[in-house]
Each structure stands twice: as structure tokens, then as C-alpha cells.
């Protein structure tokens, strides 16, 4: 079953902006990761952050993660239309930590 | 480092043959290796995990005897889908996870499988 939703479900933005996607889930968590995906290919792990974590950055990537309410934010700064893919969040839980993906978000930047 | 291939990459096979797909961790031993499928424009749905020298747990849906997953050494997982049919085309991706981090897990570039 699919833990993680994200929101929206498709983003279109024009080079150079920001975009900002967001990711809800139901139960206690170990670890939240994003990842990308482009059309027909494998994933591409962006960045993990720990329950105990509020807060991680990695280039022009920075997440958020409010344990409280159970969601997470991913923001991407000064967006290339290399950045357009589909984007999941991925809860990970238990003592094998396996992960549970969310929908997805299709990011599109416009050139 | 943390490289994990697939093969093939794709593969159309006709109804009720049987289709291997490789898992291979290149430079990292992997301890747990996890195996997803993913229709169109949908989300990855974990089929099972497997640990190394013992038996895969399926998740709930899953038929362990229609997909057979072996994952005989540290490098190594495969995925047999069994008398396929085309209700079994789509694209499947594994995952493995080393004796390094608890949490991370690195994916292959998935197979396409087609069932005519």
C-alpha cells in the first residue's frame, strides 16, 4: 500500500523558478528519501533525511521534514529544464527499513 | 560507487514462457536486495525482499510462486516471472542495500518486460 502522497500531483514552472513539492504520510518513519525519475528509466536517489532531522540540503536541493505532521517538503532552486522528471517521496519504516513509495510529482520546466 | 545493474534491459517473450532478470550489486556487497514494479505512469510497488542465503517475504498480492526470487550470493538477486502473461508486462526495478547504511538503497535502471 502506498504510504507517501505527494502534492501536486503535476507542477509546470518556467526555467529559473523555484519549485517546491510536497509529501504526506501516514505512520512513524525512520527515514524519508526523494528521488527522480525520467521517463522510462531507473531512479536517481536525491537526498535521505533522518526522522530526527528537520531539515537537509544538497546543491539546489533542501528538504523538510515535520515529524509532527507527518510531511516533508522538497524544494528545488533555480530549476533547469534539465530538472523536469518525476519526482517520489519514499517512506522508509521498520527494522528492514524497506521503503513505500508515494504517487508522484511530474515536474515540467519550461525553457 | 554503490552501482546496481540490470539485465536485460528489455525483454518481449510470449505468453506462458518464463523470463530471468538479473540484479547485479557491481561494487558493493549487498545484504538485502529489494525488487518493485512499476506500471506507466504509476508508483513503484514493492514485491518482495530478499536477504541473501534465504528465502524472499512477499508482500501482501504477490505470488511467490509466480515470481521466483532467488538471491543465492552477496552480488546477485534474480527475478523469475513464471507462464508469464500479458497482465505481467511492465517495468521492474530492483534495488540493494550493503552492510553500509541501514537506509539507503541504490536502483537499478530497471527492466521492461513485455508479454505478447
Known amino acids: 500500500s502506498q504510504q507517501g502522497e505527494e502534492d501536486p500531483q503535476a507542477l509546470s514552472i518556467q526555467e529559473g523558478e523555484n519549485a517546491t513539492m510536497n509529501c504526506s504520510y501516514k505512520?512513524?518513519?525512520?527515514?524519508l528519501q526523494w528521488y527522480r525519475q525520467n521517463s522510462g528509466r531507473g531512479l536517481v536517489h536525491l537526498i535521505l533525511i533522518r526522522s530526527n532531522e528537520r531539515e537537509k540540503h544538497s546543491g539546489r536541493l533542501r528538504v523538510t521534514l515535520d515529524t509532527s505532521k507527518k510531511s516533508s517538503s522538497l524544494l528545488i532552486t533555480a530549476s533547469r529544464a534539465a530538472d523536469t522528471a518525476s519526482y517520489f517521496c519514499a517512506t522508509g519504516e521498520g527494522a528492514n527499513s524497506k521503503l513505500t513509495f508515494g504517487k508522484g510529482i511530474t515536474l515540467s520546466v519550461r525553457p | 560507487g554503490a552501482v546496481v545493474s540490470q539485465h536485460p534491459s528489455w525483454v518481449i517473450c510470449k505468453s506462458g514462457t518464463s523470463v530471468k532478470i538479473e540484479c547485479r550489486s557491481l561494487?558493493?556487497?549487498?545484504?538485502?536486495m529489494f525488487w518493485y514494479r512499476q506500471f506507466p505512469k504509476q508508483s513503484l510497488m514493492l514485491m518482495a525482499t530478499?536477504?541473501?542465503?534465504?528465502?524472499?517475504?512477499?508482500e501482501q498480492g504477490v505470488e511467490k510462486d509466480k515470481f521466483l526470487i532467488n538471491h543465492a550470493s552477496l552480488t546477485l538477486s534474480t527475478l523469475t516471472v513464471t507462464s508469464a502473461h500479458p497482465e505481467d508486462s511492465s517495468f521492474y526495478i530492483c534495488?540493494?542495500?550493503?552492510?553500509?547504511?541501514?537506509?539507503?538503497?541504490?536502483f537499478g535502471p530497471g527492466t521492461r518486460l513485455t508479454v505478447t
Open positions: 534495488s540493494a542495500r550493503g552492510w553500509a547504511g541501514i537506509y539507503e538503497q541504490y
Open positions: 530478499s536477504n541473501e542465503g534465504s528465502k524472499a517475504t512477499y
Open positions: 505512520t512513524s518513519i525512520n527515514n
Open positions: 561494487d558493493f556487497q549487498a545484504t538485502t
